[in-house]
């Protein structure tokens, strides 16, 4: 507790220091004095530089080699030294930076670019520092070896979720090195254990450092990005608003141990299997949500699906398109809630019968539906009252608005660099460390403005992950532009 005290005092002087440093009105500054203070800036301010983009872009690539390099696969995380690297990186252009260590070598940092509009509430962009394992034989090149080959960049990270921190870093740099002063503060916060659900990176950073975050109103996180088709160059710009949500639930049977030789009727592994047969035959409703329908709406449209995509509610109601439909899993997964069953365990000896036997099953509910009701469901499925249910992981469906001021920066940035490609605002069926800021009462996007193709998509939690160099450096200039939009004046 001390630590974090002490932490967070540092954090305190340290914004205080280079904000008087810079000559901006610290952060408790308020009325009058803050107009004046405000003008002051203004009339001092000179002219922005322009950004050398291609120079950006090399120091950009060679960023994210380096942070690749640094293995933070999760578990066991050890996101402490990326914290670091990413601190000193921001410290070198006289951004104030900091990071917290919530356990031993887990690590979150961040960091806050000052506007002058004190009024406006910030922008932080989140990013996460963990990553997946990788196995080597899988790939193609060493997988935490940030090897830049041909105009590519590879490894673990490159998109998922090292690539986009290095767009939101490289931009607040680009806009600090420029001169460009923006109404409000962009914050940049990179935590750990996302991977792992969160907790002793974002869930931390939320509970312990609220003072951090207390004049944000927007986040901007991975979930969403710039979607095209292979060989089709019409995009739109998918924004998650919402998430489906997970409700993961162990199963535990009991039941006579004994020889396998003499085995009775019923083991726990015997009613244990039984009614994960019944679960893995049921079927939940079929329920369109308004995010969901509109992404299809919008693909279809860009003729990147057919055209029953155009009014998906009433296409699905002809049982034929249905069951063509959800036989594809990701489609089955955007319009109902799921049950799979993931983790068995049970003896260890094949001549054993075990006492218990368990399984964990994976949940993933749509926004709206009530977490209660699908555990009575399976209670009802399992019908045994030798098997019993607990809850491992659920939390609160959270979506954030769709129409903010956020939003329609999105829409003016795809309206000027990407011929007007229409803004979707999506479900992701994936979970982000975005939930612990909506349960904030915070509006947060999955939207990181890079463009991925399906097989680049395919990299992330997959092998050979990578992001071309071009593409990295388009990211950086949209996200400058996108800030100089929302940090218009
Ligand atoms: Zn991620």
């Keep these: 507790m001390n630590l974090i005290r002490r932490r967070h005092l540092r954090w305190t002087i340290l914004l205080c220091a280079v904000a008087a440093a810079a000559g901006a009105s610290p952060a408790a500054a308020s009325g009058p004095q803050r107009r004046v203070e405000r003008e002051a800036v203004a009339v001092k301010a000179p002219q922005p530089k322009p950004i050398d983009y291609d120079k950006i872009t090399q120091e950009a690539t060679d960023l994210l080699s380096k942070y690749i390099q640094i293995n933070t696969t999760n578990p066991p995380g050890n996101e402490l ?4 690297f990413l601190k000193d990186k921001f410290l070198a252009d006289g951004i104030p930076a900091t990071t917290w260590e919530p356990l031993p070598g887990r690590g979150i940092v961040a960091a806050r670019l000052h506007g002058i509009g004190k009024h406006r509430k910030a922008l ?28 590519v960049i590879w490894g673990r990270g490159a998109i998922d979720d090292k690539g986009p921190a290095v767009v939101f870093l490289m931009s607040m740099l680009a806009i600090k090195r420029a001169g460009i002063l923006l109404d409000r503060d962009i914050v940049f916060v990179a935590t750990g254990d996302e991977e792992e659900g969160g907790r002793n990176g974002a869930g931390w950073f939320v509970e312990h450092q609220p003072s951090v975050f207390s004049d944000v109103g927007y986040v901007l996180n991975e979930g969403g990005g710039i979607r095209s088709e292979p060989n089709d160059h019409k995009t739109y710009y998918s924004v998650s608003v919402t998430e489906k949500t997970p409700l993961w639930v162990r199963i535990t049977a009991s039941g006579p141990s004994g020889h396998a030789s003499a085995p009775p009727a019923e083991t726990a592994v015997t009613k244990l299997v039984a009614a994960l047969q019944r679960i893995v035959e049921y079927r939940s409703p079929i329920r369109i949500i308004g995010p969901v329908e509109d992404e299809y709406h919008a693909k279809a449209e860009l003729s990147h699906g ?14 034929a398109y249905l069951k063509q439909f959800v036989s594809e899993p990701q489609q089955n997964a955007d319009v109902r809630d799921t049950i799979t069953p993931t983790v068995l365990q049970a003896s260890n000896k094949t001549n054993v019968i075990s006492a218990t036997a368990s399984a964990e099953l994976d949940c993933r509910l749509l926004p709206g539906s009530d977490p209660k009701a699908m555990l009575h469901t399976i209670n009802k499925l399992i019908d045994n009252k030798d098997l019993k249910t607990e809850v491992i992981l659920n939390f609160p469906p959270v979506s954030s608005p769709q129409k903010s001021e956020l939003m329609s920066a999105l829409q003016t940035l795809a309206r000027h660099l990407d011929k007007g490609a229409p803004v979707v605002p999506t479900m992701s069926i994936g979970f982000t460390d975005s939930h612990y800021f909506r349960q904030k009462d915070i509006t947060a996007y999955g939207f990181v403005p890079i463009q991925i193709t399906p097989e680049e998509a395919r990299g992330i939690h997959g092998a050979n992950e990578r992001i071309s160099v071009e593409e990295l450096g388009a990211g950086i200039r949209r996200m400058v532009d996108l800030l100089k939009i929302f940090g218009g004046r």
């Design 81 to 84: 030294d990326a914290a670091k």
């Design 124 to 151: 932080l962009l989140l990013s996460h520092m963990d990553v997946v394992p990788a196995d080597p034989k899988d790939w193609k090149v060493p997988p935490f070896s940030g090897e830049v080959k041909d105009g």
């Design 306 to 319: 057919p055209k029953q995509w155009l009014d998906l509610i009433s296409s699905l109601k002809d049982p």
